[in-house]
């Protein structure tokens, strides 16, 4: 039986377990803690050893230069798609037409957009160890693509630094191999617990906004991601999507874009997406691509404008599409970044923020499908750099002189 047909099994049975068993499912909680647990062990090892090893492959400063161009403007590209698709089934929908919740005294506190300044000087950390402990992923990937470009403009003489992060990479690669294979369990003690805690009672009330994000999503990967991997990665969608279906079950069970990274290069690899384009795009990916996020920016800001009745011109539609595509790449490495990004958004057109205790619920059940679709527009990404890049990049782990 193949990984991916285990971890659906684990998923299916861990649903089943959580809606008959109920709050008996907790005891199982920390299986799936000591799973997430192993992941997290690998995720900083294997994203600086996977990125060094990446941006020393590509060569030079300006082929870095030419894929991190090209990757970027398709994140925000897609990003920008997710967000109208959101709006424009939020119009079709309506999922706050009727609806009237009372929110009580609830206070939010509106997140501060960050500066472009503020994102510059962060990415640079002055204690790249520091950076590490504390798991800035944005300052970790600057780190290894310097260290990269740094052992190649060395040469020969740095192909013993070389010939070690190649080495250390491939470990890491090898360890999550051996911790995927327990991906299903892990998967199961995952899930049963949030079945479990959010039972039918507390979803349906606002079965209509979860119903647009999950539609939202699935549309964006039928009318943007297949045909981006069928034209410009020329490869069949059906393929591509079996081959990346272990990353998006355990994207959708643990909520986590990074934490599912090992996950999304071993896929690459299935893909056949040679190492240093997915050792450089998916890292990135990982941190700043929200196509998923974004697109639950547009349902929910809509959404709460119509609870508040309060109506959006295409000016302000137009200013959510903004926000929400610059904020992705702002809020990258933010704990709970759907809900901060999301609180940009709502000032960015004069939305009220107690509108976001409507979601916070349910932002639970969003996360899964929104995460899901984040790490699968990292994966499109990489097969479709791969393809660009195929005349100008060799697998061959050698510098030059």
Known sequence: MKLHTKIFIGLAGGIVAGAILGPLTKSIAPIGTLFLNLIRMIIIPLVFSSLVVGAANIGDIRSLGRIGGKTLMFYLATTAFAVIIGLLLAHFISPGQG????????????????????VILGLVPTNPFQAMIEGNMLQIIVVALFLGLGITMVGKQAQLVFDFFNAFAEVMYKLTGVIMELAPYGVFALIAPVVASYGLGVVLPLFKVILAVYLGCILHWLIVYSPLVRGLGKMSPWQFFRDVSPAMIYAFSTCSSSGTLPISMESARKLGVPNQISSFVLPLGATVNMDGTALYQGVCALFIAQVYGIGLGFGQQLMIVLTATLASIGTAGVPGA???MLSMVLTSVGLP???IALIAGIDRILDMIRTTTNITGDLVGAVIIAESEAQRL????????
């Open 353 to 355: 923020l107690e509108g």
């Open 99 to 118: 609806l009237s919740i009372d929110v009580g005294a609830a206070q939010v506190t509106a997140a501060e957009p960050p500066s472009a300044a503020s």
């Open 394 to 401: 060799t697998e061959s782990p050698s510098l030059p002189g």
């Open 338 to 340: 759907g809900l901060i």
